[in-house]
C-alpha cells in the first residue's frame, strides 16, 4: 500500500521520481495498455537491530508478445499511524 506521502523510484532508462499517491495514481493512468502488469512472486523482509525494516521482492511480467521479464523491487518500510 502506498501512502500519500510515499516515493517510487524507478531504474529503468534514465530512471524516475514519484512522490505521493496523486502522483502514483497518474503514473498509472498515463501506462499503455499493453504495459505488462507486474506479479510479485516472493518477498522476504528483514528487520536490522535499529528496527529498520526492508523488503526485497521478485516480481515477473509477461509482455503481450508471449514473453517474461523478471525483475526486483527493494522496498525500505516504515510504520505509520493506522487511518
Known sequence: MLTEDG???GVIGAGYTISGLPAA???TRRRRLDTPEHNTVGTIVFVDERGVARA???CLAPPVDGGVHAGGFFDLLRRT???
Open 7 to 9: 516515493v517510487v523510484e
Open 25 to 27: 495514481q497518474q503514473f
Open 56 to 58: 526485497r521482492s521478485r
Open 81 to 83: 499511524s493506522a487511518t
